[in-house]
């Protein structure tokens, strides 16, 4: 068979692992990568590569070996600049090689929507040593949240509210970082009723947007989402109309996770990722076409229509509390008995093959009547317990 196209995807991890089933289901023929053999997206892909996205001789070489109409990444940590070599060779990058250099940097897109665009964002300055960090938190105040300005899912991250907690969120900050940067943003705490994810797909024809997402994190990281989560009507047209501007300002055609801080009808640009975002997995559930399939058929050009919200639907993590290669995973059954004839329940198991504290390794989802997004978060949250992970050694 001929394939619609060949997609290089770089990152396999469980995001990458629906994208590759959306876009298998479209035809595509896809070159799995990641630094580890076996990643989640590697186990249903036509071929994977292993090797790190911060090498930068390594991917042009895979590049170069597979000629891929697209160039698809996943995750935070690639060398940028050989991605911008290529695209001005002639290759597609999705979104583009400019969107990717700037998101994949906090201190970049930041930079974008704060002074190129003029959204509001938090007040916040950087820092590249430990002296500079004391500074930035002594001008920004205190409480403050530190991060790496490249990291992923929270690592890093911490929320400083003691002036002796400075240094050891350097530290943690340090020891999260991804990538060869040193460099953190220090920013002032939000008071935010909630936050939002609104996942925005640029296409050929236009921006479309999905329900907004709300969601909750630890230690920086999604543990729960919703959708959708009530929000005014003023509140949502702003963040629709700031998305749109980010996402025509970085160009390119995919889907974008945009971030956002809402207090009462105000809202503030947190954060961009251009591609799937994991709070998005609630998608899986709770419409028609899921995030992945609106990221596949926005690169590959295709019609999307209406996108239907199903319910209310809710995602709820798996969670692993330690280090561990010999491991089982258990309670399906149990997770997936229906709660109650108008509540669905549905789980995925990533497949990853190690476990680490706090390393996700599925995800529990629930879809409920329409306006009872708490009784949907509820069975989410119910199912994911009954998931065990049972440890060998």
């Excluded at 105040?141 to 490249?150: F, N, W, Y």
């Excluded at 929270?154 to 002796?164: I, N, P």
């Excluded at 996402?247 to 251009?274: A, C, K, Q, R, T």
Aim: aromatic fraction near 6%.
């Amino acid at each position: 068979m001929i394939p619609t196209a060949k997609i290089l995807l770089l990152g396999s991890g469980e995001l990458g692992r629906e994208f590759v089933i959306s876009a298998k289901r479209l035809g595509c023929h896809v070159i799995a990568c990641d630094s580890y053999a076996g990643a989640p997206a590697m186990q249903v892909a036509d071929a994977a590569e292993v090797f790190s996205m911060l090498d930068g001789a390594a991917l042009g070489a895979a590049i170069e070996k597979h000629k891929p109409d697209f160039i698809v990444p996943e995750v935070e940590a690639i060398r940028t600049e050989v991605l911008k070599d290529y695209e001005e060779r002639g290759f597609n990058v999705v979104p583009s090689a400019r969107a990717t250099l700037m998101t994949m940097n906090r201190d970049r897109i930041r930079e974008v929507a704060a002074r190129e665009l003029g959204l509001p964002t938090s007040h916040y300055l950087y820092a590249e040593t430990r002296e500079d960090m004391r500074a930035a938190v002594a001008k920004v105040g205190l409480p403050c949240v530190v991060k790496p300005v490249m990291s992923s899912s929270g690592k890093g991250q911490s929320t400083v509210r003691d002036g002796d907690k400075v240094d050891a969120a350097w530290d943690y900050a340090v020891a999260g970082m991804r990538g060869d940067r040193t460099r953190v943003i220090v920013e002032a705490f939000v008071a935010f009723d909630y936050e939002i994810t609104l996942l925005t797909i640029r296409t050929r024809d236009g921006v479309l947007f999905c329900e907004p997402i709300g969601h909750r994190q630890e230690r920086g990281d999604y543990q729960e989402s919703w959708q959708p989560t009530a929000m005014s009507s003023r509140a949502l047209t702003e963040a629709q109309d700031m998305a749109r501007k980010v996402v025509d300002n970085l160009g390119g055609y995919g889907l974008f996770g945009v971030e956002f801080f809402v207090v009462g009808d105000d809202v503030i640009f947190s954060e961009l990722s251009p591609r799937p975002h994991d709070t998005g997995m609630v998608t899986l559930i709770s419409q028609n076409l899921t995030e992945f399939d609106l990221h596949a058929r926005a690169i590959l050009g295709l019609p999307i229509p209406s996108i239907i919200q199903h319910g209310a639907a809710a995602s709820a993590v798996i969670l692993a509390d330690r280090q561990a290669e010999d491991f089982t995973i258990t309670g399906l059954n149990e997770a997936l008995q229906p709660e109650a004839p108008d509540i669905s329940v549905d789980v995925r198991i990533f497949g990853k093959p190690t476990t680490r504290p706090y390393r996700r390794m599925g995800v529990a989802l629930a879809l409920a009547p329409k306006g009872d997004t708490d009784l949907a978060r509820a069975a989410a949250r119910k199912a994911a317990a009954r998931i065990k992970i049972s440890y060998k050694t």
